[in-house]
């Protein structure tokens, strides 16, 4: 079969021949039907050789959905055929955490050598994967592949970034979204699914806010050296409840620290390389809680999912082979993907 590898730290991935490989007892072989590209693939890849921390080749890709091929001895759970959608932060399965459906949150995974598809195993940029357990499939129940793959990530994490802010986000509270990339358009989405907030978006570039304003933001504002003052000018002078920062960035970072209003929370979700000074004589006003949120629960999917079958959210995708992936990321990179790069692999 055909799979997207990273095969030396510095290069570029390519499109390999590979075994299509099968699953043992208790997994799950999936034929891939539709893969989203990610951010933080680029991050892996930008990481230099004696800080990366995986074995290499590797087939790279963590947003995935597809129909279950074939099952392992034991498995009773799914059945051939089945659509479903791959659950990507895999945990031990027996500790109080993933007992919760709190995956991502396991303390144990990463000692027990657990690590999720495209980050550490074998990813779904592949015509073919093995899915370790049942457990992390959540059927896709009518949903279409192409809609769905991005959820898994981009929909999941800023999913669960917005409900840890939900006492926050009342009537007449303000949310900032600060890059309207592969999650903040769907993060827009989902506040305005979830909240009664006024949805302010940043963004460098004008057809990413074009994006924004269309998948409903109420304001949208040039991310530079006078967004936080602008944010302040349309709060009153108060700032934002809650802002949302997935870019990271050292320059995003300060904006959003000068426009979180008092008790306010500033989440950051995006893998720049920036730091957030927090404590007294930080520059935050007081009483406000940074969070760092890691992709979301598995209940958490289902309710993304869930959220997209009735309408309330959808992902803005620029479709691909997976011939095509190496240049779909060379595109990502250069911020040329609006909304998010999907690899179809039987396409």
Known sequence: MKAVQYLRVGHAPEVVEVPVPEPGPGEVLLKVTAAGLCHSDLAVM????????????????HEGVGTVAAVGAGVTAVAEGEAVA????????RCHKCAEGKENCCPHAAGLGIMPPGLGRPGVLAEYVVVDSPRHLVPLNGLDPVQAAPLTDAGLTPYHAIRRS?????????????????LGHLAVQLLRALTPARVVALDVGKEKLDLAREVGAHETLLSDGEAAARIRELTDGTGAEVVLDFVGAEATLAVAAASVAVEGDVTVVGLGGGTLAVGFGGGLPFEVSASFPYWGTRTELMEVLGLARQGLVSSHVETFTLEQAPEAYERLHAGEINGRAVVLPQA
């Open 86 to 93: 791959v659950y990507g932060p895999w945990g031990c399965g």
């Open 46 to 61: 930008g990481w230099p050789e004696e800080q990366f921390p995986y074995a290499l080749p590797m087939t790279l890709g």
């Open 166 to 182: 939900l006492p926050k986000l009342l009537p007449g509270s303000t949310a900032v979204v600060i890059g309207v990339g592969g």
